[in-house]
């Protein structure tokens, strides 16, 4: 057949019916697919059992692994299902076992590491020393609250700050020194103590005692220091210091006061003797002669003598004191021209009197001293000129630290300041300045004696000294005296204004030293006295009772052998009981032989005495003039200081009382 122009190649064309091989076809594939879909399903059902099988134990660990987590250390897994499943819940479960155990130990140290934690906290922070611990940089890591109150820093503030930025500048040395030397020894071995300065935070310094140890967690050593504010007990030991100082002086002003005690008695006696013949020779020789000079020389030789004893007695703190209401302005203005005089034209004398200055309880007569003699000590110690200024100035003191190194009583004071421009001081001799008989100037120019006597009349007077001194930077000496309440003081009668002469009144007179007696008895004669002698307190009883007429007077020393002075005036009063009572003694008024005159209300005289004054002063007591109890009257001991101070050279009266 042909196709087209062409024909076909050469072939042989089977023809068949197509529709049973179709549905052979068919029937196959239907086939097909139904037992693959039987096997997906069959594979599905098989897998879904096998997953089933193997994750139910799985879950089973998961939710007991959320239970132990939540604490739950009993939960367990429970042994079931295949072998695999079985063996894996086992091993869950003595792990579990396992974990429980370590769990419950690790509870309770952590327990107990919380217990020591809390005690350490407890401790630390209830410790009144400051605990401070750094790492090896030297950065702060630990800081307790007692810290922040010693160095001011809060605990913020501190931690991670370098420690040795809080130590002064002579301590970092030594706090490097110590701290680059870790515990050799184990912890705390190389534990150390010493102290040093800390700074604080506002910049003060303040003294520290610090304990040092050093500790180590893992490789690091860490420093922890204890450091304790001495503050206090530098001031308490400097306090004790002082108060054992003040001991030591007082020891020394005891013994040589006891010293001079007992010679003053003997002393003052033979002074009297010597005083009171030269007065008498006075009386007979003519002024132009030169024998009147020679006695003049005598007198003063007798007076610097007595001059002496009173030193002695006046730094020993024995010394007769007659205080009263004083303007310590009026004082010092009064002697500012004498005190010119004495310094000289090369050196400035200021004195400076604050308004208002308030009085004082005073002897007037040893204040001029005390003045005098601090002035004269700072005139030695500019040779060279410069200035001494006196400032006087009412004080309130109640510094504690000033009233305990002073042994002050906090009220109101008066201050004298006596302040020069002088070479100063070393601190080995101001502890020394009040030593009697101390002196650093040249042989033959100082007694040793003018400070130590400042110091007696200010003590006896109630009142303290305060020294500021330093090599280069001249002295200061600060005077504190009691600031009195009384305005102005009582007018005391005197004996200036009376006739010092007798009316030939009998007068027993008993002094068991012969010399002394004599003297006064050939003075007393000469004043109009009629004069009866006794050696002793027996034989003036004696002699009283075989006397005529009355007894009007009677002139006893206090100490002496057998029956005293103050137990024979109240025999005589008894048996005599118009007589008068004048006690005379060498001691001092509060040694323990005169003891008791206080109640008898009788005067008394110290000796040495001038004549003129023995003799006011029994005119006194005989005309009736009002007596002081408890000692020396006011009066007698007023006419012996004018007689120091006021009476022109040559005068017969002349003495140092």
Same mark, same amino acid.
Not at 55 to 78: C, H, K, Q, Y
Not at 93 to 118: F, I, P, R, V
Not at 303 to 327: E, G, H, I
């Given at each position: 057949q ?5 024909r076909l ?6 023809l ?7 549905a ?12 693959g ?6 594979a599905?059902?098989?897998?879904f059992?096998?997953s089933?099988?193997m ?7 998961a ?15 429970p ?5 695999e499943?079985v063996a ?9 076992a396992?974990?429980g155990?370590?769990?419950?130990q690790?509870?309770?140290?952590t327990e107990?590491?919380q ?17 401070v ?12 609250t007692?810290?922040?109150v ?5 605990e913020?503030e ?11 500048p002579?301590?970092r ?8 030397r870790?515990?050799?020894g184990?912890?705390?071995?190389d ?7 800390? +700074?604080r ?5 303040f ?9 180590k ?6 420093a922890?220091a204890?450091?304790?504010?001495? =503050? ?5 030991e400097?306090?004790l210091?002082?108060r054992?100082?003040q ?9 040589? &006061?006891?010293?001079?005690? $007992?010679?003053?008695?003997?002393f ?5 003797? +010597?005083?009171?013949y ?8 003519d002024?132009?002669?030169?024998r009147?000079?020679e006695?003049?020389e ?11 004893t009173?030193q002695l007695?006046?730094?020993?703190r024995?010394q ?8 310590? &302005? ?19 004398l ?19 001293q ?14 060279d000129g &410069? ?8 004080t ?8 305990r190194?002073l042994a002050?009583?906090?009220?109101a004071?008066?201050?004298?300041a006596?302040?020069?421009?002088g ?8 502890s ?5 008989f101390?002196?650093?100037?040249d042989a033959?120019?100082?007694?040793g004696?003018?400070?130590? =006597? ?13 020294l500021e001194?330093a ?18 003081a ?6 200036? &204004?009376?006739?010092?002469?007798g ?9 068991d ?5 004599a003297?006064?008895r050939?003075?007393l004669?000469l004043?109009?006295?009629?004069? +009866?002698e ?6 003036a009883l ?5 006397l005529?007429?009355?007894l ?9 052998p $057998? ?17 008068r009572?004048?006690f ?13 005159i ?12 001038? +004549? ?9 007591v005989l005309?009736g003039?009002?007596t002081?109890a ?15 101070h006021?009476?022109?050279a040559g ?6 009382a």
């Amino acid at each position: 057949q042909r196709v087209g122009q062409g024909r076909l190649p050469d072939s042989l064309v089977l023809l068949q019916d197509w529709g049973p091989t179709q549905a052979f076809l068919d029937d196959v594939r239907g086939r097909l697919l139904s037992a693959g879909l039987t096997v997906f399903l069959l594979a599905i059902a098989g897998s879904f059992i096998l997953s089933r099988s193997m994750s139910r134990p799985l879950s089973e660990i998961a939710d007991v692994a959320e239970d132990i987590a939540a604490g739950n250390w009993a939960r367990r897994v429970p042994a079931r299902g295949t072998a695999e499943a079985v063996a894996m819940a086992d091993a869950f479960n003595a792990m579990t076992a396992s974990l429980g155990h370590w769990h419950q130990q690790a509870s309770a140290q952590t327990e107990q590491l919380q217990s020591s934690y809390e005690r350490f906290y407890a401790v630390t922070q209830s410790a009144h020393d400051a605990i401070v611990s750094t790492d090896r940089r030297g950065e702060v890591v630990f800081w307790n609250t007692a810290a922040e109150v010693v160095f001011g820093y809060q605990e913020r503030e501190a931690v991670g700050a370098p420690f040795l930025s809080m130590l002064a500048p002579s301590t970092r040395a030594v706090w490097t020194e110590r701290t680059r030397r870790p515990a050799q020894g184990g912890e705390g071995a190389d534990s150390q103590t010493f102290e040093g300065e800390g +700074i604080r935070r506002d910049g003060t310094t303040f003294p520290f005692e610090l304990s040092l140890s050093h500790w180590k967690s893992g490789d690091i050593v860490y420093a922890t220091a204890i450091v304790r504010d001495i =503050t206090e007990r530098r001031r308490s030991e400097e306090a004790l210091r002082q108060r054992d100082e003040q001991l030591r002086q007082a020891q020394k002003m005891e013994a040589i &006061g006891r010293l001079a005690s $007992g010679v003053a008695h003997d002393f003052n006696n033979s002074l009297a003797v +010597i005083h009171g013949y030269a007065e008498q020779l006075m009386l007979d020789v003519d002024p132009a002669d030169e024998r009147y000079r020679e006695l003049q020389e005598i007198l003063r030789a007798a007076q610097s003598a007595a001059a002496l004893t009173r030193q002695l007695l006046a730094f020993s703190r024995k010394q007769v004191l007659q205080p009263q209401v004083v303007d310590l &302005g009026g004082v010092v203005t009064g002697v500012q021209r004498m005190l010119a005089r004495l310094v000289g034209s090369m050196i400035d004398l200021r004195v400076q009197v604050a308004p208002g200055l308030g009085p004082v309880w005073a002897d007037p007569g040893q204040l001029e001293q005390v003045v005098m003699n601090l002035v004269i000590n700072a005139r030695d110690a500019m040779r060279d000129g &410069g200035r001494i200024t006196i400032e006087l100035a009412n004080t309130d003191v109640d510094d504690p630290l000033l009233c305990r190194r002073l042994a002050l009583d906090p009220g109101a004071y008066v201050t004298i300041a006596v302040a020069d421009t002088g070479h100063g001081m070393t601190p080995e001799v101001a502890s020394r300045i009040f030593e009697p008989f101390f002196t650093t100037k040249d042989a033959g120019k100082g007694t040793g004696l003018g400070l130590a =006597t400042v110091f007696g009349i200010v003590s006896q007077s109630g009142g303290a000294i305060d020294l500021e001194t330093a090599p280069g930077e001249g002295t200061t000496f600060r005077l504190y005296f009691p600031r009195s309440t009384t305005v102005t003081a009582a007018d005391e009668p005197t004996t200036a &204004g009376i006739q010092a002469r007798g009316g030939g009144e009998t007068v027993l007179l008993v002094e068991d030293e012969a010399p002394v007696r004599a003297v006064l008895r050939q003075a007393l004669d000469l004043k109009g006295f009629h004069v +009866i002698e006794a050696a002793s307190g027996d034989d003036a009883l004696t002699v009283a009772a075989r006397l005529p007429a009355p007894l009007h007077l009677v002139v006893t020393d206090i100490a002496m052998p $057998g029956m005293n002075g103050v137990d024979l005036s109240r025999a005589l009063v008894a048996r005599h009981p118009e007589a008068r009572v004048l006690f005379m003694t060498g001691h001092p008024p509060d040694s323990d032989v005169c003891r008791g005159i206080g109640a008898t209300g009788d005067r008394c005289l110290q000796k040495p005495f001038s +004549i003129d004054l023995l003799c006011r002063t029994m005119r006194g007591v005989l005309d009736g003039a009002p007596t002081l109890a408890g000692g020396s009257h006011p009066a007698a001991q007023a006419d012996a200081h004018a007689e120091l101070h006021a009476t022109p050279a040559g005068s017969a009266s002349t003495h140092a009382a």
